[in-house]
């Protein structure tokens, strides 16, 4: 991984209106990039949060008003910009997908939401994405001039198998676009993002959408990055506003030497493989 280079984490306000949404994040992301090397959008930033407009708002990866529109300012900004995620048509499917793209406005990676957010907490929230939504079945690490990076969406960090595989294949950034929401924010989104980076040793740069309490769906807020340490090093509050963050490569090898969980795996008792 490069020694040094900061993301920019763009907790954006989300609105009914997709073409709002994508003129707001261009917007930031001109203003982010006069900093960042990475730029990171949130999960469902063009699309309010709710199953039954996915597939509404979903669009096709070589078909994308959205995704054009982030490319070419990725290329003009000479940026990487993880475009949190999207509703997706993908094989006549509704995917909840993510895409990476380089500074030369290429598509370089594609993350498809592996474990679909189906949850019932009584007298709190209950929410279906399998409603409209596909699973995706890969495991995404993508490799760029400033390391490896690995994508997982939302509730996607609440299996540890799945980023540890990302930490197997060599990710030592891990990015997470997600809209965890005021149940499940408050108690968990916090604790999760501290021990996956500290399970892994790696970096995780976490980016919700703005909160908005008239929503149906309530975002937490609190985009943040945890270091290899698992140490907050910046969080956001609950409105709108872009976190910079610095990511030091060399602090990754440092906390591995001095603490080698990696190493000390015991692989000839159990084993984790992707099938």
């Known amino acids: 991984m490069k020694d040094k280079f900061t993301v920019a984490l763009c907790q954006m306000q989300v609105v009914e209106d997709k073409n709002e949404n994508v003129a707001h994040a261009l917007d930031m992301i001109k203003k982010a990039s006069q900093k960042a090397d990475i730029i990171i959008l949130p999960e469902m ?22 995704l054009n529109a982030i490319c070419k300012a990725a290329k003009k900004q000479k940026t990487y910009i993880l475009a949190g995620s999207i509703p997706e048509k993908h094989d006549g499917k509704t995917h909840n997908s993510s895409f990476f793209i380089n500074p030369e406005g290429e598509i370089i990676g594609v993350h498809r939401k592996v474990h679909l957010f189906d949850i019932d907490v ?34 996607d960090i609440r299996f540890p198998e799945l980023l540890r595989l990302m930490a197997l294949e060599g990710a030592e950034l891990i990015i997470v676009p997600g809209a965890f929401n005021m149940t499940t924010g408050p108690a968990h989104w916090k ?25 149906s769906y309530v975002a937490y807020g609190h985009s943040m990055v945890a270091d290899p340490w ?26 591995r030497n001095e603490l080698p969980l990696l190493k000390n795996r015991r692989t000839d008792i159990y084993q984790l493989r992707k099938k």
């Open 45 to 66: 930033w063009n699309c309010p949060y709710q199953t039954e407009l996915f597939p509404l708002y979903a669009e096709e990866m070589d078909n994308s008003p959205t």
């Open 122 to 155: 009584p007298d709190a929230i209950s929410f279906k994405e399998s409603q409209t939504l596909t699973a995706g079945n890969n495991v995404t690490v993508i490799d760029t001039e400033l390391g490896k990076i690995g994508i997982c969406i939302c509730y």
């Open 191 to 215: 604790p999760l993002i501290k021990v996956r980076a500290v399970d892994n040793q790696v970096y995780v740069a976490a980016a919700s959408p703005a909160r908005d309490n008239k929503a």
């Open 230 to 255: 698992g140490k907050v090093i910046s969080e956001a509050g609950a409105g709108e506003e872009i976190l910079y963050v610095t990511i030091d490569g060399s602090s990754i090898g440092k906390v």
